[in-house]
């Protein structure tokens, strides 16, 4: 069975920085896409970020520069470290296994960027 759990959320003032982290288990981080997204209230979730199975990275256009995807095979984590925060990043973020059908998804960890 797929389960992922995301932590690293929080609250975080303009500028900050946040690493979240997704904790696998039941498939292996090496053998998915693995993606990022996000959610936040009132629309649809979104891709971030992703990491392709030999290690190819893409960003959406709203976060290029200012977060980096990576993962530890050995503890089957994927991190998503975002720097220069903005108000807009405030969402709730997932991370899920891209080409797994049907998708699967944690709960979430909730980013919260104000002053």
């Known amino acids: 069975q797929v389960q992922l759990v995301e932590s690293g959320g929080g609250l975080v003032q303009p500028g900050g920085s946040l690493r979240l982290s997704c904790v696998v288990s039941?498939?292996?981080?090496?053998?998915?896409?693995m993606g990022w997204y996000r959610q936040a209230p009132g629309l649809e979730r979104e891709l971030v970020a992703s990491?392709?199975?030999?290690?190819?990275?893409n960003y959406a256009d709203f976060v290029k520069g200012r977060v980096t995807i990576s993962r530890d095979n050995a503890k089957n984590t994927v991190f998503l470290q975002m720097n220069n925060l903005e108000p807009d990043d405030t969402a709730v973020y997932y991370c899920?296994?891209?080409?797994?059908?049907?998708?699967?998804w944690g709960q979430g960890t909730q980013v919260t960027v104000s002053s």
């Open positions: 899920s296994p891209i080409n797994l059908f049907p998708q699967r």
């Open positions: 039941g498939l292996s981080v090496t053998a998915y896409t």
């Open positions: 990491l392709l199975n030999i290690g190819t990275t």
